[in-house]
């Protein structure tokens, strides 16, 4: 389809001096995506997001939510990017979220099948399945940074969570449901700290590597962890780590408000 006018966006410039967690609280959070497609016909349109690419254990998880067409409350609230979030703002959040949406759900993909298929095909798979368990069948998909294996009309939307509601919405639900898991596994898993660094590749994560190897859960196709299995694997991880990530989202995916 031809992508309206309002969502051409280029990937936004960071001015020098400034991080990309700056420049990416300075981004506007609003539905302008969602009225544009509106005024060109569409009515259910689904944001979708995924959370936990760069986490070095457990699944990745995406969420699809078709939110009403008023959102004035949750913008209110301050709904955006779920890293720029704390917990409590994120919680109170996904309750509201929840509670106003016309249709949402949540899918994810687990360590072994990332490991099969690689973290971009993993990533895809799960918002894919999120749209499929949506409770309705939306006409257009607003993604952040990606396309899926989907036959609806889809915007990719780069920095989507922090300049699309809907999208914004999706992180959220996705990033609440992830961080649960990470605590609750933190509770078989204790020596990782897992509900602190949620996964990622911070130093105290990788100390606990170094000390008590990895577990079942662990991606090892993530180099941090292939180095445990070989010099075949760690270099295949190496070569794919560099192909789909920068360093930042191995990390906390520029999470300054993180709290347990």
């Known amino acids: ?26 981004l506007v959070c609003s539905d302008a995506p969602e009225q544009a497609l509106r005024y060109h016909g569409f009515c259910c349109i689904a944001g979708v997001d995924e959370v936990g690419r760069g986490a070095l ?10 939110l009403p067409e ?21 919680e109170q959040l996904d309750h509201e979220i929840r509670k106003c949406a016309i249709a949402f759900a949540v899918g994810e993909v687990d360590a072994e099948t990332i490991d099969r298929i690689n973290i971009y095909q993993a990533s895809r798979l ?10 309705c ?8 940074a990606m396309r899926i294996d989907h036959s609806c009309a889809q915007t990719k939307l780069i920095y989507g969570d922090s300049l699309s509601v809907s999208i914004a919405a999706a992180s959220v639900l996705a990033k609440v449901h992830r961080d649960a898991q990470m605590r609750e596994w933190d509770l078989t898993h204790p020596q990782y700290g897992l509900a ?6 911070t130093p ?17 196709s993530f180099a941090p962890v292939a180095r445990f299995f070989g010099d075949e694997a760690l270099e295949q991880a190496v070569a794919m780590t560099e192909l789909l990530f920068d360093e930042a989202e191995l990390q906390e995916e520029f999470e300054p408000c993180q709290s347990a």
Request: glycine share 6%; aromatic share 2%; charged share 30%.
């Open 137 to 144: 069948v939306p006409d257009h998909l607003l993604i952040d």
């Open 196 to 201: 602190s660094h949620k996964g990622y590749a």
């Open 1 to 26: 389809m031809q992508i309206p006018l309002p969502m051409r966006r280029k990937r936004p410039m960071i001015p020098e001096g400034q991080t990309k967690q700056q420049m990416l609280r300075d």
């Open 126 to 135: 799960a918002m894919r399945l999120a749209v499929e368990q949506l409770g």
């Open 57 to 66: 254990f457990g699944s990745v998880v995406a969420a699809a939510v078709v």
């Open 70 to 90: 008023r959102t004035t409350r949750l913008q209110r609230l301050g709904l955006r990017d779920s890293k720029q979030l704390t917990r409590e703002e994120r």
């Open 204 to 220: 105290e994560h990788r100390r606990a590597l170094e000390e008590h190897g990895p577990t079942p859960l662990h991606r090892k």
